[in-house]
């Protein structure tokens, strides 16, 4: 199994930045794909960003296209979402996910999830 935690959520003023981590322990050697997805309030998950465990490529939602930023750093097991130019509508939680197929859409393992918040 993978373990997931998910940091670095917060309060967050309109056009300023966070970024979330994505610490993963356990079979790391198995994922293949991370992605970041996020909730709103009465609104599906989203599926924001994804990467391969070991690099690029990369895919981003066009909601976040040009505002966010997915990355790893596999020495420390993580992944990292910088967020920039944040916008109220970037409230939500936000959750890492990982899986060991080559699809971005399907996922085997969760965290727990971290949440923004962006006044304006």
């Known amino acids: 199994q993978v373990q997931l935690v998910e940091s670095g959520g917060g309060l967050v003023q309109a056009g300023g930045s966070l970024r979330l981590s994505c610490a993963a322990s356990?079979?790391?050697?198995?994922?293949?794909?991370v992605g970041w997805f996020r909730q709103a309030p009465g609104k599906d998950r989203e599926l924001i960003a994804t990467?391969?465990?070991?690099?690029?490529?990369?895919y981003y939602a066009d909601s976040v296209k040009g505002r966010f930023t997915i990355s790893t750093d596999n020495a420390k097991n993580t992944v990292y979402l910088q967020m920039n130019n944040l916008e109220r509508e970037d409230t939500a939680d936000y959750y890492c996910?990982?899986?060991?197929?080559?699809?971005?859409?399907?996922?085997?393992?969760w965290g727990q999830g971290t949440h923004v918040t962006v006044s304006s």
């Open positions: 990467i391969r465990w070991s690099g690029d490529p990369t």
């Open positions: 356990g079979r790391t050697f198995s994922i293949y794909n």
């Open positions: 996910a990982t899986t060991a197929s080559g699809s971005r859409w399907s996922y085997d393992y």
